[in-house]
T-cell receptor, first 115, second 111 residues
Framework: NAGVTQTPKFQVLKTGQSMTLQCAQD?????MSWYRQDPGMGLRLIHY???????DQGEVPNGYNVSRSTTEDFPLRLLSAAPSQTSVYFC??????????????FGSGTRLTVV | DAKTTQPNSMESNEEEPVHLPCNHS???????IHWYRQLPSQGPEYVIH???SNVNNRMASLAIAEDRKSSTLILHRATLRDAAVYYC????????????FGTGTRLTIIP
């Protein structure tokens, strides 16, 4: 049981490049989400999914796309990277979407630098 | 969204209990109180959560005030490994998908 796995752990991109951050969970969790964390700030929600085929925007969705074709995977796509997207990205999952009686499991993060 | 207020930082001696406070005066009846911690260079880690009653698990205890306007995370015997940023978060009622993180309390453990 690996929990939430994020790849890569580190990435440097040039402005305008595209890439996909991978997130996979093996806990059969219904809910998955992406957060970003900037220095000295709390985590902010980018996008989330309540099940395969269902996604929705969080508080900072601009510049990011997501899809959820399987229960296990929830990739985050940067279509045209900008320096403002330099951040640490965390993927999180939960057994039941919208049920506050369950905790979240977080991945170890992807540190992205856009130059 | 209901907000939480935590001290920016706290210090505690190793092997002593630590009480981390959180105020949430605008909490509603269906909001759960969650605590997470984030060790340096790691993702947040779930610690404990509760609704009305005090809760215990292998990591910590959660004491919730009778009016639910505040709560306290209790680490019974702090170790150096407990040095982290601790986040008190209100997980809103059923159907709300967002965890709102504040800036948390940075806990320093003194050997």
């Amino acid at each position: 049981n690996a929990g939430v796995t994020q790849t890569p752990k580190f990435q440097v991109l040039k402005t305008g490049q595209s890439m996909t951050l991978q997130c996979a969970q093996d806990m059969n969790h219904e809910y998955m989400s992406w957060y970003r964390q900037d220095p000295g700030m709390g985590l902010r929600l980018i996008h989330y999914s309540v099940g395969a085929g269902i996604t929705d925007q969080g508080e900072v969705p601009n510049g990011y796309n997501v899809s959820r074709s399987t229960t296990e995977d929830f990739p985050l796509r940067l279509l045209s990277a900008a320096p403002s997207q330099t951040s640490v990205y965390f993927c999180a999952s939960s057994y039941s979407s919208g049920n506050p009686d369950y905790g979240y499991t977080f991945g170890s993060g992807t540190r992205l630098t856009v130059v | 969204d209901a907000k939480t207020t935590q001290p920016n930082s706290m210090e505690s001696n190793e092997e002593e209990p630590v009480h981390l406070p959180c105020n949430h005066s605008t909490i509603s009846g269906t909001d759960y109180i969650h605590w997470y911690r984030q060790l340096p260079s790691q993702g947040p880690e779930y610690v404990i959560h509760g609704l009305t009653s005090n809760v215990n698990n292998r990591m910590a205890s959660l004491a919730i005030a009778e009016d639910r306007k505040s709560s306290t995370l209790i680490l019974h015997r702090a170790t150096l490994r407990d040095a982290a940023v601790y986040y008190c978060i209100l997980r809103l009622g059923f159907g709300n998908e967002k965890l709102t993180f504040g800036t948390g309390t940075r806990l320093t453990i003194i050997p």
